[in-house]
């Protein structure tokens, strides 16, 4: 494989590790856990994984070899920052168990061990993908892992090859199969442990055991980047309103911590829009008359913010979709045999209630469209594919011609769109990702060599140097409530939104007045890699406050 030189000098950084990890260990049981929600249904879902123990590990003396481990692992859903040393750290986790472990990769996501598609990863391979970024030494890929036909095909690989663990590298979705599969491995006695790792870049899979999920860090200082790239660009030509959507499908912890790292003019946080039950109506009229004013003062160009998942924010929207979602589900058939894009319109007006059928028709037809395509497997609207940014400017800027007309704006009005999402996924992670994801696949392996099932690897007190961070377990069952998906009642992890009184809200919403009013721009250039410990290792603002 050709590299770049900075891949050739960051392939030979040693990723950090807590000291716990560094030798032999011992397992120590915190309290018995109890779901987030709807405890009695998910512990009568999973009788066999429900209510276990916190683990977390201590230092332990000397520590005889333990047995080979055989393990198989499979990277699941979108891309983030840090997948690849999950993998070399579970791989040199294992092989510090015992030097005759073997780790054993399937293929384009959970797909591949379903097909019984996969490779054997040697230190060869794994030496090639240290400390880079990108899913590329296996591939991932989002088929839902939820039948029993699907565990039991799985199962005769993991038999063929003799491997006993899996670790499910995934979000919420990914980590809420993990749980189901270790429940039912357990209930039939396979003996197959299942072991999950948080990644995800939209930071919407944490609690006060998983800090954050990986590949957030990386993914938001790559976009906060570029934002202030284009804020630099804006101000030195002071012409355009940027209007630049950014990843994260539900919650807009991407969209705060860039907003926290780069002082944009504005910023639209979803959450926020959901409480205060602001229509999309409002969300223009908001934009439309912070633009005014700064027009009086002389300024018309500007950054404004918007996170991908808002359209499910807007309670009018959000009550739309959850109807939309059951419709399509139940009527699959009928609305699959309407091949006109007109008419497909139309039979959805006709089957939503009023209400629904009103915000329905009065969305421009594109984004209507989008809302009505197919979900992903796990029965989410993809909104990643939802040209907001476009349809907020077009919107404002019919709100300030209207104003122009009644004398109420004399600025100019230019806008330019930007999306930022695929090009941050894939990132070489931060020195912060590198150390967390080979921690957490290191960290996996003693999981796994500690027995447990229906685990996710943990490692916390993030905001410490490496050396002092706290390693051990938490079972996905505790992570867990009740949600509709497909029509039907689930037990899912429960998404982290961002918290209106929590500390970094709180700080972005204690400024942006100041931003919207002035310039006070941040400019955080590229991740370095090499340098000054401050330069190089800072955590998230997110991260940061959260802990303050
Ligand atoms: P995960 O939840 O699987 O980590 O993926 C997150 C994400 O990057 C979202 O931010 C985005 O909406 C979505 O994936 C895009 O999906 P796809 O990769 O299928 O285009």
Redesign the pocket.
């Known amino acids: 494989m050709k590299k770049s030189a900075l891949q050739q000098a960051r392939s030979a950084y040693q990723p950090k590790l807590p000291q716990v990890l560094k030798g032999a260990v011992k397992v120590v049981e915190g309290r018995p856990t109890q779901s987030v929600a709807d405890q009695e249904e998910i512990k009568k879902l999973f009788p066999n994984t429900y209510g276990l123990p916190e683990l977390t590990f201590e230092v332990a003396e000397g520590g005889a070899q333990g047995k080979p481990l055989n393990v198989g692992v499979i990277l699941?859903?979108?891309?983030?920052p840090g997948g690849h040393n999950v993998i070399s750290g579970l791989f040199d986790g294992i092989k510090s168990v015992n030097p005759d472990s073997r780790l054993y990769g399937f293929l384009m996501g959970p797909g591949g061990f379903v097909d019984h598609n996969y490779i054997e990863l040697t230190s060869e391979i794994i030496d090639d993908y240290r400390n880079t970024g990108g899913f590329d030494i296996i591939g991932s890929g989002?088929t839902k892992l939820e039948k029993k036909e699907q565990f039991d095909k799985g199962l005769e690989i993991l038999k063929e090859l003799g491997i006993t663990a899996l670790v499910i590298i995934?979000?919420?979705?990914?980590n809420t199969n993990a749980a189901v599969l270790a429940e039912y491995y357990k209930q039939i006695g396979a003996g197959v442990q299942v072991i999950g790792c948080p990644?995800?870049?939209?930071g919407?899979?944490k609690n006060d055991l998983i800090e954050t999920?990986f590949?957030f860090d990386t993914a938001t200082k790559v976009y906060s980047e570029v934002i202030g790239n284009i804020q630099r660009d804006c101000n030195s030509a002071k012409k355009y309103y940027h209007f630049i959507k950014l990843?994260?499908?539900?919650a807009s912890h991407?969209a705060l911590e860039c907003a926290l790292q780069t002082q944009p003019t504005y910023c639209i946080i979803s959450e926020e829009v959901e409480e205060k039950n602001l229509s999309l109506n409002d969300i223009i009229e908001n934009i439309a008359q912070v633009i005014v004013a700064r027009a009086n003062a002389g300024m018309n160009y500007g950054t404004i913010l918007i996170p991908?998942?808002l359209i499910e924010f807007i309670p009018a929207m959000k009550r739309l979709i959850a109807q939309l979602n059951d419709l399509l589900a139940e009527k699959a058939a009928e609305f699959g045999a309407i091949d006109n894009a007109a008419e497909q319109r139309a039979w959805i007006i006709e089957h939503l209630d009023k209400e629904n059928a009103e915000a329905y028709a009065s969305l421009p037809e594109g984004v209507a469209r989008q809302l009505s395509l197919d979900r992903?497997p796990h029965g989410?609207v993809?909104?990643?594919?939802i040209e907001t940014e476009k349809l907020l400017s077009e919107m404002v800027g019919k709100r300030l011609r209207a104003l122009k007309e009644e004398g109420a704006y004399t600025g100019k009005f230019s806008a330019l769109h930007h999306f930022f999402?695929?090009e941050g996924?894939c990132a070489d992670p931060s020195n912060f990702d590198a150390d967390y994801c080979y921690s957490l696949g290191f960290n996996a392996a003693q999981l796994i060599e500690a027995g447990v099932t229906g685990y996710m690897s943990s490692v916390r007190k993030l905001t410490l140097p490496a050396a002092e961070w706290v390693a051990g377990g938490i079972p996905v069952t505790m992570m867990m409530n009740m949600e509709r998906r497909h029509g039907e009642m689930k037990p899912v992890i429960q998404k982290a939104l961002v918290k209106l009184d929590g500390k970094p809200f709180l700080k972005f919403a204690e400024q942006r007045q100041n931003w919207a009013s002035g310039v006070e721009f941040i400019y955080p250039g590229p991740i370095q890699y090499f340098g000054p410990t401050e330069v190089c290792d800072p955590t998230t603002m997110t991260l940061k406050y959260e802990h303050e």
């Open positions: 699941s859903g979108g891309q983030a989002r995934g979000g919420d979705d990914s990644k995800t870049i939209d919407d899979l999920s590949g990843m994260g499908r539900s991407i991908e998942g992903d989410n993809q909104v990643s594919l999402g695929y996924r």
